[in-house]
Nanobody
Framework: VQLQASGGGLVQAGGSLRLSCEAS????????VGWFRQAPGTERKFVAA????????KYADSVKGRFTISRENAKNTVYLQMTNLEPEDTAVYYC?????????????????WGQGTLVTVSS
């Protein structure tokens, strides 16, 4: 049972990236999924979440209007489309599986974590 995050890289400010979170060993469609990020020397913070059906989403204020979370249950994958990136978005991004079906901003609600993918935004 694992989550594999990918899609990170180096991009200039104003650019875009799409992160992917592919699940294996379980059916991701039964659970909400979230994205979190952690910059060096800081705590891990909530970025976005999507419920099990892909109907309801939730975003941190800092990314609203720039990031979009979506899911493709047939591929057992959740995405985070990031646009208009800023240097402050530089961090390791983690996807995580929620214990339930509804979106949550609390780290403790998530019980499976991917390994993280590094996003670096240059100014």
């Amino acid at each position: 049972v694992q989550l594999q995050a990918s899609g990170g890289g180096l991009v200039q400010a104003g650019g875009s990236l799409r992160l992917s979170c592919e699940a294996s060993g379980f059916t991701i469609s039964n659970f909400a999924v979230g994205w979190f990020r952690q910059a060096p020397g800081t705590e891990r913070k909530f970025v976005a979440a999507i419920d099990w059906g892909g109907v309801r989403t939730k975003y941190a204020d800092s990314v609203k209007g720039r990031f979009t979370i979506s899911r493709e249950n047939a591929k057992n994958t959740v995405y985070l489309q990031m646009t208009n990136l800023e240097p402050e978005d530089t961090a390791v991004y983690y996807c995580a599986k929620d214990r339930g079906r509804l979106t949550s901003v609390r780290l403790l609600n998530y019980d499976k974590w991917g390994q993280g993918t590094l996003v670096t935004v240059s100014s």
